[in-house]
């Protein structure tokens, strides 16, 4: 029997060459030799493989594990990686978790270089309030310059000894706030610079507060009062004879109304406007003062010209100060910054609002309540007015929705099934003049 192996190096042997067992001392030394080594390299062979596989084992371990925390331990790790991968491939219909829309603006969360500098979120979805949603409101001065009234100093209600200023928005339980103001806190009106305002609130921890309304009821109200102050009954009788400040807005402002010529149709005097919304009885009567307080008896006629208003009105160039959004009163007029403030009251309980702003500066509220401001009904058919109408109310006050973070009213919602009529938020870097660089929010599309 022949071994056959190999001798490298051995220019008289074949590789067919016997190997004869039988050596000489020399021979079976160089055996020896060789066969040690082969059982030492396999020694070391068998170890390496050893120590890899459980070197790879570990490392498949620690993977696992790893995975396994980021899963389950940690499970915010894991949201941040898919919402910026989601940031990385959005696209205009991504609509994103109010959640993080909040996370980015307070700095909790950061966007990738790469990702999309808009995003897309519903109304009233931040988990903030409104007086902190509204520092990050941006307004386009250009586009919503006729909703400012052009004043260097704002208009506020001021109580020093209580470290108390309010800020009046018009049609927004402004009446019964002034009254409180003046009678539960002493305060009186003065004007002031958007730099002392921050000044006094962020170093003398002064309270600048204010109410906002529901922004479609607050559009029924405003509509109905600047309706009133623009009808050709208003110009020069004696509704005005002693009010110069609202005959010299009518004057300035009347133009803009002409546009909209069916909307006073057929009417020329106060009595003519009151056939349409006042009961019967209480004009046959002589009862006219009652009108104002009576429901409407409004058919159509005042809700169809309502409507056909809303169609027309590009929600960019108001008639009536009444008709300004509610943000743009709670901002400079003149740079559109907001102003501090510091907390924002719900007008439909202004009452309890009041109450509150009263214990925290340890104020007691007269035993007969507070001074209640005018709470007429409508003259127009609020209830007839179609889900298309208020739609297209909601994309007129997209910005209040937006930078107050205030959900959209039922009819408004099905918007979001309905392309061209959905309101949504735009998150998005902006340059603001000398204020540098930041995330702020505004309408997903302007009216």
């Given amino acids: 029997m022949s071994n056959r192996y190999p001798l490298p190096n051995n220019n008289d042997a074949t590789i067919d060459t016997p190997i004869n067992i039988e050596q000489s001392p020399r021979r079976k030394h160089a055996t020896h030799s060789i066969l040690g080594w082969l059982l030492l390299c396999t020694i070391i062979t068998s170890s390496l493989n050893i120590f890899t596989g459980h070197h790879n084992v570990r490392i498949l371990r620690d993977r696992h594990w790893r995975n396994y925390e980021h899963n389950h331990e940690a499970p915010h790790v894991q949201q941040r990686?898919?919402?910026?991968?989601?940031?990385?491939?959005?696209?205009?219909?991504?609509?994103?978790?109010?959640?993080?829309?909040?996370?980015?603006?307070?700095?909790?969360?950061?966007?990738?270089?790469?990702?999309?500098?808009?995003?897309?979120?519903?109304?009233?979805?931040?988990?903030?309030?409104?007086?902190?949603?509204?520092?990050?409101c941006y307004i386009d001065m250009n586009r919503y310059e006729h909703h400012f009234l052009k004043r260097s100093l704002t208009l506020v209600s001021s109580a020093k000894h209580h470290k108390l200023i309010y800020r009046n928005v018009p049609k927004s339980a402004s009446s019964s706030a002034r009254a409180a103001m003046e009678d539960i806190f002493g305060g009186?009106?003065?004007?002031?610079?958007?730099?002392?305002?921050?000044?006094?609130?962020?170093?003398?921890?002064?309270?600048?507060?204010?109410?906002?309304?529901?922004?479609?009821?607050?559009?029924?109200?405003?509509?109905?009062?600047?309706?009133?102050?623009?009808?050709?009954?208003?110009?020069?009788g004696p509704l005005v004879a002693k009010r110069p400040n609202v005959k010299r807005g009518y004057i300035e402002n009347k133009h803009k109304v002409d546009q909209y010529p069916y909307l006073y149709d057929g009417m020329e005097t106060l009595k003519d406007f009151q056939q349409y919304y006042c009961p019967q009885e209480l004009l046959n009567n002589g009862n006219v003062n009652k009108c104002q307080t009576a429901d409407t008896v409004d058919d159509g006629e005042l809700t169809g010209r309502f409507e056909q208003f809303v169609r027309d009105y590009n929600g960019l160039n108001p008639f009536d100060v009444h008709l300004h959004l509610q943000v743009t009163f709670l901002s400079d007029s003149e740079t559109g910054e907001p102003l501090p403030i510091t907390q924002l009251y719900n007008a439909s309980q202004a009452e309890s609002g009041w109450e509150e702003i009263a214990n925290g500066k340890d104020v007691e509220v007269p035993e007969d309540g507070m001074t209640h401001g005018r709470k007429s009904p409508r003259r127009f058919n609020v209830n007839l007015v179609s889900d298309a109408t208020k739609r297209k109310i909601c994309q007129i006050l997209?910005?209040?929705?937006c930078c107050l973070n205030l959900e959209l009213p039922a009819a408004c919602k099905e918007g979001w099934d309905k392309e061209e009529d959905g309101v949504y938020c735009a998150m998005e870097r902006k340059d603001v003049d000398d204020r540098g660089s930041s995330l702020k929010i505004h309408p997903w599309s302007d009216p």
Avoid at 199 to 209: A, H, I, M, N, T
Avoid at 212 to 234: A, K, Q, V
């Fill in 188 to 236: 009186e009106d003065s004007r002031h610079s958007t730099s002392y305002l921050k000044r006094v609130v962020q170093e003398e921890s002064y309270d600048l507060v204010s109410f906002i309304r529901e922004p479609l009821n607050r559009f029924y109200s405003s509509y109905d009062e600047s309706y009133f102050r623009f009808g050709p009954w208003f110009g020069d």
């Fill in 81 to 136: 990686e898919i919402e910026t991968t989601l940031v990385d491939r959005a696209t205009d219909d991504t609509v994103y978790n109010g959640e993080y829309i909040a996370q980015l603006l307070r700095g909790e969360k950061q966007l990738s270089n790469t990702a999309t500098q808009r995003l897309k979120y519903k109304p009233g979805s931040i988990p903030m309030i409104s007086a902190e949603s509204l520092q990050y």
């Fill in 398 to 401: 997209a910005l209040d929705y």
